[in-house]
């Protein structure tokens, strides 16, 4: 069954780096959208980067800051953060899904358990 489970969270000063990981089992990841969410308490979840087939979309608020990645060996999803603001505060998810169409509608089938990242 499709797993995926997020690491690298953490508490850094405004301005650091972070990266996060998503290790993922259970799939051919290669024929699957996958992307990264955040939501803060009181909001909504909120796409902010998504990978399909080589290609990338970033949302506005991370464009130029953030880079999402996949090893190609093992599937493991990155997101990588600079320039973090205390905006970025949040708990950070990964997810996956097989259709393109729900993929970029940011509609997922499948989630981690999610990582919390704490900028101040």
């Known amino acids: 069954h499709v797993q995926l489970v997020e690491s690298g969270g953490g508490s850094v000063p405004v301005g650091g780096s972070l990266r996060l990981s998503c290790a993922a089992s259970g799939f051919t990841y290669t024929r699957y959208c996958m992307g990264w969410f955040r939501q803060v308490p009181g909001k909504e979840r909120e796409g902010i980067a998504r990978s399909y087939a080589g290609g990338t979309y970033y949302d506005d608020s991370v464009k130029g800051r953030f880079t999402i990645s996949q090893d190609s060996t093992t599937g493991t999803l990155y997101l990588q953060m600079n320039s973090l603001t205390s905006e970025d505060t949040a708990t950070y998810y990964c997810?996956?899904?097989?259709?393109?169409?729900?993929?970029?509608?940011?509609?997922?089938?499948?989630w981690g358990q999610g990582t919390q990242v704490t900028v101040s």
């Open positions: 997810a996956a899904d097989r259709k393109i169409a729900r993929c970029l509608s940011w509609r997922y089938d499948y």
